[in-house]
């Protein structure tokens, strides 16, 4: 849903891709062919001399919403590293994973304490439409009314 709703507005969407010569691309059920920038890196954090060039040249932009895989690792990493340079970052909790749940909590536990704001898809979707008259909201609503799956995180009253 966050990627889907990316393109009915002036939200850019910058794409690294951990080694996708040896892990592979990103899977084809997200589209991603109309992101800003797309970036192979074999470092964790995202922030790579690319992105942080393309995100420095946006520096009226000071709020940067994550999501990905892993949480423990990449999603982490470049949170933690963002919030070191200045940024207000959110990561979606519900199209952010791990291999394993401990991990995934535990790295939401981490960033939290860090500064970065977790939040669901839902909510940041309606927050950047801020209200029903949004030119778009028909077809957001559309996109956030499909039925997502358990994220199982409510298991985990620690969040």
Same mark, same amino acid.
């Given at each position: 849903?966050?990627?889907?709703?990316?393109? %009915? #507005?002036?939200?850019?969407?910058?794409?690294? &891709?951990?080694?996708?010569?040896?892990? #592979? @691309?990103? =899977?084809?059920?997200?589209?991603?062919?109309? =992101?800003?920038?797309? =970036?192979?890196?074999?470092?964790?954090?995202?922030?790579?001399? $690319?992105?942080?060039?393309?995100?420095? @040249?946006?520096?009226?932009?000071?709020?940067?919403? /994550?999501? #990905?895989?892993?949480?423990?690792? =990449?999603?982490?990493?470049? @949170?933690? $590293?963002?919030?070191?340079?200045?940024?207000?970052?959110?990561?979606?909790?519900?199209?952010?994973?791990?291999?394993? $749940?401990?991990?995934?909590?535990?790295?939401?536990?981490?960033?939290?304490?860090?500064?970065?704001?977790?939040? %669901?898809?839902?909510?940041?979707?309606?927050?950047?439409? #801020?209200?029903?008259?949004? *030119?778009?909201?028909?077809?957001?609503?559309?996109?956030?009314?499909?039925?997502? &799956? $358990? %994220?199982?995180? /409510?298991?985990? *009253?620690?969040?």
């Amino acid at each position: 849903a966050v990627v889907s709703t990316q393109s %009915t #507005g002036d939200i850019p969407l910058v794409v690294t &891709e951990q080694y996708p010569k040896g892990l #592979g @691309a990103t =899977c084809s059920e997200l589209d991603i062919e109309h =992101c800003s920038i797309r =970036c192979p890196k074999t470092k964790f954090s995202m922030v790579v001399p $690319d992105v942080k060039s393309y995100l420095e @040249a946006k520096d009226d932009r000071k709020t940067i919403v /994550l999501f #990905g895989i892993e949480a423990h690792v =990449c999603v982490q990493q470049t @949170a933690l $590293d963002l919030v070191s340079l200045g940024y207000d970052v959110h990561v979606i909790v519900d199209a952010t994973s791990s291999r394993t $749940d401990t991990d995934r909590v535990f790295a939401f536990q981490r960033m939290r304490q860090a500064g970065v704001f977790l939040t %669901t898809s839902e909510s940041m979707i309606l927050s950047l439409a #801020g209200a029903s008259d949004h *030119p778009q909201f028909r077809q957001l609503q559309k996109i956030i009314m499909t039925e997502a &799956e $358990d %994220t199982k995180l /409510l298991s985990f *009253p620690t969040l």
